[in-house]
């Protein structure tokens, strides 16, 4: 299974962005990940296979949505009110097998997609 980002970019303080992530076959748990400069990779968000459960990293909460089309095989996340601090490379991950964690398990990774929010 391949994972395809995208939506990443530039934007000022308050404002939004939307990601994509495309997987290429069967998939089960998704998350978002992601990596400020100097930072380890931290989790975001994850996602159940069918899109019922949810669960958010305390720091993206209210401000952050993920949400999953099953026929499309794609998960996007839908970030408002961006911080300074969101800044990072965000990665997309995949399990092939149900978990019931959301923090880890992942098989499969996307490449990463930019986002850079401006003070």
């Known amino acids: 299974v391949q994972l395809q980002a995208s939506g990443g970019g530039l934007v000022q303080a308050g404002g939004s962005l939307r990601l994509s992530c495309a997987a290429s076959g069967l998939t089960f748990n998704m998350g978002w990940f992601r990596q400020a400069p100097g930072k380890e990779r931290e989790f975001v968000v994850g996602?159940?296979?069918?899109?019922?459960?949810?669960d958010y990293a305390d720091s993206v909460k209210g401000r952050f949505t993920i949400s999953r089309d099953i026929a499309k095989n794609t998960v996007y996340l839908q970030m408002n009110s961006l911080r300074p601090e969101d800044t990072a490379v965000y990665y997309c991950?995949?399990?092939?097998?149900?978990?019931?964690?959301?923090?880890?398990?992942?098989?499969?990774w996307g490449q990463g997609t930019l986002v850079t929010v401006s003070s």
């Open positions: 991950a995949a399990a092939n097998a149900e978990s019931g964690s959301y923090y880890s398990g992942y098989d499969y």
């Open positions: 996602i159940s296979r069918t899109g019922r459960t949810t």
